[in-house]
């Protein structure tokens, strides 16, 4: 009997785990293949192609049984990125290759029956997993060299093929060790501000939406510029760090969206999903194991929803939890995902189902309004920090004579208000006002009564709930941060508070 072992990652959304993978052949007995450790169908099938494969490389497949086992046998298996960290168990544990190489290298690739070595999804995650993990080496795909070189602190080779593995084995050859042609990190073409005529209560209320992290609501007639306020939110967003950068390229290789040449993603992502799209599309779900969802793709970003009362109320309801806790956590049958959801809502909806261009010209009773806006649920709302109501486009607007800011001005000061902002936080770990949760505001970081006065009294008479006012703080902090003071005083939060005016919706 020879025993011997290789190692692959078990994804659980965005999170991995070592799994052992080893091989037990022994000389006598019928010839068999077994492969355990609560594997799917697709890791099931896995024994033909890895059977296939080793035989069309010309090298012998062992008559004798044959016994894969997957640990820890109690965490399920899926996907077929374990196939080559297989081939390679079964080969040196027949001795037909030597093991020692095998020693602190993690192997991925889906093999084709001809011994090629395919991409495989979640290369990124699952290589952070084996680097945490103590793993010296990687061996990935070819076509995936490009993502596994964005993982510091491991090292990488690439093959194309098995026998490119198998030569490296019995060291008569090496792998591609050298990374891909520099790839620059991805930067979209982000829409200018300048673009938007008019609208100078919804371009401020973007510009502080920016600066504070906050979540926007905007009510209004079609064609008022709702989508392409939304669209430039990213421009006026900070690029990503290196950290957050890998966790958004993380989800989207997880989801399968990453372009095998692309290099880090450094632009805040913008996810407008269809009207007509599921919960699972929404919050992420699927057969077997969960993918990410829209909210997990806008990680780190805006996440658009247009026409938000066409929506219904069940997917709406579905974001409250991922927009207070910053991350989706999905039940299955097999144990429960993890996907990070930090984003920024932007809603846009309609002020009625007529959507006339101008009000007065609404032939909707107001029993059908109420009903409309009516989708947009009190808790969700309360969510919502910023509310406006955009104004119908005129002829003076357009023509006005100061031509409206374009993106890189506004940004600049996006960009001191939140330095501002990060430097207050520093001690906490912070980054945003929209992050700091409420006792903090009102103990550590109180503001006077006279400050707050308008604050109590609106608390006092039902206007705002508890959770309204915090978010009214946070709203007021970042205000203060945009006109460059260190504490807001009481017109900061009375400008935060009308930001919350329930006319609008």
């Known amino acids: 009997m020879v025993l011997r072992r290789t190692w692959a990652v078990a994804l659980f959304g965005v999170d991995g785990v070592l799994v052992e993978v080893e091989a037990d ?39 004798s049984c044959v016994t894969l086992a997957l640990s820890p046998a109690a965490l399920p298996k899926a996907g077929t990125s374990y196939d080559l960290a297989l081939a390679c168990a079964v080969l040196a ?30 290369l990124l995650p699952a290589l952070l997993t084996a680097r945490r993990a103590g793993m010296a080496r990687a061996i990935v795909p070819a076509d995936c060299l490009a993502e596994a070189h964005l993982v510091d602190g491991i090292e990488v080779l690439g093959a194309a093929h098995l026998r490119e593995v198998v030569a490296w084995l019995r060291e008569l050859g090496d792998l591609d060790r050298s990374p891909p042609p520099t790839t620059a990190d991805q930067e979209e073409d982000v829409p200018d501000l300048a673009d938007v005529l008019g609208q100078p209560e919804a371009r401020w209320a973007l510009e502080v939406a920016a600066a504070g992290g906050h979540h926007l609501l905007m009510v209004g007639p079609p064609g008022t510029g709702k989508t392409m306020l939304a669209k430039r939110l990213c421009g006026l967003l900070p690029p990503l760090t ?46 077997g194991w969960a993918r990410p969802g829209a909210v997990s793709r806008a990680h780190r970003g805006v996440l658009f929803l247009d026409e938000a009362c066409e929506l219904g109320p069940k997917r709406l309801e579905a974001l409250r939890t991922a927009l207070e806790e ?50 947009l649920s009190g808790p969700l709302l309360d969510r919502v920090d910023l509310r406006v ?48 949760p409420g006792p903090v505001l009102r103990r550590e970081f109180a503001l006077p009564g006279s400050s707050t006065a308008l604050l109590d009294r609106a608390l006092e008479v039902g206007a705002i709930t508890a959770r309204g006012a915090d978010r009214c703080l946070r709203v007021a902090w970042t205000l203060a941060d945009l006109d460059g003071r260190t504490v807001p005083d009481a017109e900061h939060v009375a400008a935060a508070l009308e930001f919350r005016d329930r006319r609008v919706a």
Request: aromatic share 4%; net charge positive; proline share 8%.
């Open 242 to 287: 290196r950290q957050e950068a890998l966790e958004v390229t993380a989800i989207r290789s997880v989801a399968g969206d990453l372009p095998a040449s692309a290099g880090l993603i450094r632009t805040p992502p913008f996810v407008a999903p269809h009207s007509s799209l599921s919960i699972s599309a929404l919050i992420g779900g699927g057969t």
């Open 326 to 375: 910053g991350e989706v956590r999905l039940a299955r049958r097999d144990g429960t995902l993890r996907y990070p959801a930090r984003f920024q809502l932007v809603l846009a909806t309609n002020p009625c189902p007529c959507a006339p261009a101008r009000e007065v010209d609404c032939q909707c009773p107001p029993q059908v309004r109420r009903r409309y806006l009516g989708k």
């Open 389 to 436: 109501r955009m104004r119908p486009i005129t002829a003076m607007t357009v023509h006005s004579g100061a031509g409206p800011e374009c993106t890189a001005v506004v940004r600049e000061r996006v960009a001191d208000a939140r330095a501002a902002a990060r430097e207050r936080w520093a001690d906490h770990g912070w980054q945003t006002n929209t992050e700091v």
């Open 93 to 122: 544990g027949a001795e037909l290759v030597p093991p020692h190489r095998l020693t602190g290298t993690v192997l991925f690739g889906e093999l084709a029956l001809d011994g090629r070595i395919r991409p495989v999804t979640g």
């Open 25 to 63: 052949v022994r000389k006598g007995g019928l010839p068999s293949l077994q492969l355990v450790g609560l594997p799917d169908t697709a890791l099931q099938e896995a024994k033909n192609r890895v059977r296939a494969a080793i035989q069309n490389c010309r090298e012998d497949w062992p008559a």
